[in-house]
Structures are given as C-alpha cells and as structure tokens.
C-alpha cells in the first residue's frame, strides 16, 4: 500500500510532537514542514530528519503533492490554512480550535461537504485507554447520569511576568483559557456521554488586567524569564479563568472550572461522571488509573492494563501493564484514528477521532460562555 504524503505546518512543541507520532503509525511520510521563517523552516527540517521545508505554507501545497497536512500554527492561522488545503482537495488534521469563530467554522463545514473530504481535530485526550474504558463503562454500566463535574486547572500564566502569543487576541481570539483548554473538558464530556452542551451560564475572569510581556520573543510553556529581562506593559483582554454551569441536551446537569492561574497544577484535567449505579473519575496527571466508586461495596483502582480492559480500550494500550503510558500515546492514538478512517474511506461517525464539525461545536461553546459571563445570564447553544 503507498504512503500517504503529509505536510506539517508549524514546527513548535505541538507540530514537532505530531512529526513524532506519525512515525509511529506506519504507511505515512513527511514529505514537508512549513515554519515562520526560511531559516526557521531548514533548520527543523534538519532536526526532524524531514527532506522538504518552506517559508509559506502555500508554496508547499503548490510544490508538494500532499494526502494530508497537519495545521500546529498559533490560532489565527487555523481558518485560513484549513481552508486554502481543503479548496484544494487536501485532508486535514487539525490543532484547537478549530477556528476563531462560528463563522468561519460554517464556510470550513460548507468547503467538506462540497468535497467530501477528512477532517480531524486533535481532542487527543478522547484516545487515552483508560478514557475508552470510561466511555464504555458510563454508557453500559453507569446507570442514570445524575450529575457531571471536573477541571483543567494549569499555572503556566500565574505570575504577571507570564505572557504568550495567546494573550494576544488577534492571534489566539477572543477566549483563551475557555478556547484553550476548557474546550477539551467540553468536547472530553460530551464524548464520554454521547450528549451535547445544550445551555450554560458562566463566570470569567481577568487576573491581571496588564501583563509585562517580554520584548523578546516568548515561547509557551517556556521558563520564567530572569528579573532583569526588559518588558513592555501589555492590556490583557482574555480571560485567566471561568466557572461554568450546564445542562446536557437530556437534562444533566453538570458544572467545571477551567484556569491557568492555579499554582502547582501543571496539565490538570479532571472529569467524574456521578450516575445512579456508580461514580467514575478520570485525571490526565494521573492518566494510568481509573476510579470506580461504589455505594455498597469497596471502591475499585482500575489500573491500565490491556489484559484487564475491554476490547476498545485495550487496542490504545502499546505495553504491558505497569508500564507508563501518556500524552504522547494519547496524541498517536489521536491521529492514528484518523489515518485509519481515510486509509479505509471510512465513515468518521464510526471511528472516535473529533470532525470539523465537533470543533465547530467547541466553537459555540466558548462563544456561549463568553455572551454569558458578558450578559449575566443562561444561554442556549444552537
């Protein structure tokens, strides 16, 4: 079978974590990698042993003939480039967001109907085994959902020397820790149920209305710059924190809270599904262990281990028990999902990776909760 031609576009944390992963998937080959500079561009090229590079993301869509590119740009960059490489009949794998709004979600939604094409996004906590475990254990075995809670708490941006491109809103859009990382737990708890967000009313909040962003460049997730390093003060206009109230579209009722202002949490997500036979809870920190909690017998630690797992979780799983496994399996397990859809012209309903159309519904939800802390009130999601 041929190899399905890929173009990686951005070479940061993320798009170098996707070169990786797509090496380990088999039947797939880097052909190319786009960064924000020519110089920049050659010199990951070289490091990740990639033969093409380009300065413009266009000129390798012209040049390379591609099945596949992967969109890892800073959030600005989504609609345009998915958008230029489906109209040109390409598949696409994306980073979150999708986009910057519902509305240039729709033209993407609009583009993939036309073309029939594959689209992914890259909600890789979905593929983490024990989650598929949870999965099937809330729809089999959970009785009644009663109620849903949990978190993503980060510290990343604690301190007001903190600053990254996603600050800035016409780089990473009007939300940032709602559209950052509040839209995984959305898109976390609606895949564990198989129920939409149907309304919510929300609270968000600015800790530091000025941030000092430093006057040279900032990469996220990178260490505090020293004392003496030189700032510029910057208006901060994205929200450092949110607490959400919601309904299902069957009437559950749940509640989260989503904050990168939280010292000592370094990638917290937290989700327990309480229903009527049992309560069941997951952590990404603690991504190994599931726990099952009982009214009328001892709790139970389910420990991953592919021979203890049902059948779907345990395909997630590439090692024994008792050997750790983690983002980074979450992140192939994530994409090789979606190369095995297009490999089999499959119908995406029946695989697990997030459509285009789920990171259009991430979308709405982040607008949801911005009008609702805006307006004080409950809001409906269309």
Same mark, same amino acid.
């Given at each position: 079978?041929?190899?399905?031609?890929?173009?990686?576009?951005?070479?940061?944390?993320?798009?170098?974590?996707?070169?990786?992963?797509?090496?380990?998937?088999?039947?797939?080959?880097?052909?190319?990698?786009?960064?924000?500079?020519?110089?920049?561009?050659?010199?990951?090229?070289?490091?990740?042993?990639?033969?093409?590079?380009?300065?413009?993301?266009?000129?390798?869509?012209?040049?390379?003939?591609?099945?596949?590119?992967?969109?890892?740009?800073?959030?600005?960059?989504?609609?345009?480039?998915?958008?230029?490489?489906?109209?040109?009949?390409?598949?696409?794998?994306?980073?979150?967001?999708?986009?910057?709004?519902?509305?240039?979600?729709?033209?993407?939604?609009?583009?993939?109907?036309?073309?029939?094409?594959?689209?992914?996004?890259?909600?890789?906590?979905?593929?983490?085994?024990?989650?598929?475990?949870?999965?099937?254990?809330?729809?089999?075995?959970?009785?009644?959902?009663?109620?849903?809670?949990?978190?993503?708490?980060?510290?990343?941006?604690?301190?007001?020397?903190?600053?990254?491109?996603?600050?800035?809103?016409?780089?990473?859009?009007?939300?940032?820790?709602?559209?950052?990382?509040?839209?995984?737990?959305?898109?976390?708890?609606?895949?564990?149920?198989?129920?939409?967000?149907?309304?919510?009313?929300?609270?968000?909040?600015?800790?530091?209305?000025?941030?000092?962003?430093?006057?040279?460049?900032?990469?996220?997730?990178?260490?505090?710059?020293?004392?003496?390093?030189?700032?510029?003060?910057?208006?901060?206009?994205?929200?450092?924190?949110?607490?959400? &109230? +919601?309904?299902?579209?069957? !009437?559950?009722?749940? %509640?989260?809270?989503? /904050? @990168?202002?939280? $010292?000592? *949490?370094?990638?917290? &997500? +937290?989700?327990?599904?309480? !229903?009527?036979?049992? %309560?069941?809870?997951? /952590? @990404?920190?603690? $991504?190994? *262990?599931?726990?099952?909690?009982?009214?009328?017998?001892?709790?139970?630690?389910?420990?991953?281990?592919? /021979?203890?797992?049902?059948?779907?979780?345990?395909?997630?799983?590439?090692?024994?028990?008792?050997?750790?496994?983690?983002?980074?399996?979450?992140?192939?397990?994530?994409?090789?999902?979606?190369?095995?859809?297009?490999?089999?012209?499959?119908?995406?309903?029946?695989?697990?990776?997030?459509?285009?159309?789920?990171?259009?519904?991430?979308?709405?939800?982040?607008?949801?909760?911005?009008?609702?802390?805006?307006?004080?009130?409950?809001?409906?999601?269309?």
């Amino acid at each position: 079978m041929a190899k399905l031609k890929v173009g990686i576009i951005g070479t940061g944390f993320v798009g170098r974590a996707h070169v990786e992963a797509l090496r380990r998937i088999g039947n797939v080959e880097v052909k190319a990698v786009v960064a924000s500079s020519l110089e920049s561009s050659k010199k990951a090229a070289a490091e990740l042993n990639v033969p093409g590079y380009y300065a413009d993301y266009l000129k390798m869509l012209e040049e390379e003939d591609l099945d596949v590119v992967h969109n890892c740009t800073p959030n600005y960059l989504h609609f345009p480039i998915n958008r230029d490489f489906l109209e040109a009949g390409v598949h696409v794998f994306a980073e979150k967001p999708l986009v910057m709004n519902t509305k240039e979600g729709r033209e993407l939604l609009e583009i993939i109907e036309k073309k029939e094409l594959y689209t992914g996004v890259n909600y890789n906590y979905r593929h983490y085994p024990l989650v598929k475990e949870m999965q099937n254990q809330v729809q089999k075995e959970l009785g009644k959902i009663l109620h849903i809670q949990g978190h993503y708490l980060q510290d990343w941006m604690l301190f007001k020397t903190d600053y990254s491109w996603r600050v800035d809103p016409e780089k990473g859009g009007k939300s940032r820790v709602v559209a950052d990382i509040g839209s995984h737990f959305c898109d976390l708890l609606q895949y564990l149920t198989g129920k939409k967000i149907s309304r919510l009313i929300a609270n968000t909040k600015i800790v530091y209305s000025e941030r000092k962003k430093p006057l040279s460049e900032v990469k996220s997730f990178a260490k505090a710059e020293a004392e003496s390093a030189e700032y510029e003060e910057y208006q901060v206009e994205t929200e450092d924190y949110a607490s959400i &109230l +919601f309904e299902l579209e069957d !009437g559950t009722a749940g %509640s989260f809270i989503v /904050s @990168q202002v939280d $010292a000592g *949490h370094k990638n917290d &997500l +937290f989700i327990e599904i309480s !229903g009527s036979k049992k %309560s069941i809870n997951w /952590s @990404q920190e603690n $991504a190994n *262990h599931l726990f099952i909690g009982h009214r009328e017998q001892a709790n139970q630690d389910l420990v991953r281990d592919p /021979s203890l797992l049902a059948e779907k979780a345990a395909e997630r799983c590439y090692y024994p028990g008792g050997h750790i496994e983690g983002w980074s399996e979450g992140l192939k397990n994530s994409i090789k999902d979606f190369y095995k859809c297009v490999l089999e012209s499959g119908n995406p309903v029946e695989y697990d990776f997030a459509t285009f159309a789920d990171g259009q519904q991430e979308v709405k939800i982040t607008e949801a909760i911005l009008k609702s802390s805006r307006e004080e009130k409950w809001v409906e999601i269309e």
